[in-house]
């Protein structure tokens, strides 16, 4: 029979870990863009406010690229 596990567990374990920093710190920098902070301005390619919401669902969709990860990972594990 075929197994489904494709890596061991340090590595799942490693992954799950890098993958809630990754959710967590992608959902607070999406939300700051996408509430325009002054903060962040100069890191968007147009300076505008639709360049910050572009910016901002662009961190929300990578949010959801790690969620994916730590799901996989937890289920590695």
């Known amino acids: 029979m075929v197994s ?3 890596c061991g567990s ?6 799950f870990a890098l993958s809630i920093w990754g959710i967590v710190m992608l959902t607070i ?3 700051l863009f996408y509430a325009n902070s002054r903060a962040l301005r ?5 300076k505008t406010v639709e360049g ?3 910016t901002g ?3 929300f969709i990578a ?3 790690y969620a994916a990860t730590f799901a996989i990972s937890f289920w590695q594990m």
Not at 10 to 15: E, G
């Open 52 to 54: 910050m919401k572009e």
């Open 42 to 46: 100069d890191d968007t390619e147009t």
């Open 29 to 31: 920098l999406g939300g």
């Open 63 to 65: 949010a959801g690229i």
């Open 10 to 15: 340090q590595c799942s374990h490693c992954c």
């Open 57 to 59: 669902k662009n961190c």
């Open 4 to 6: 489904l596990y494709f």
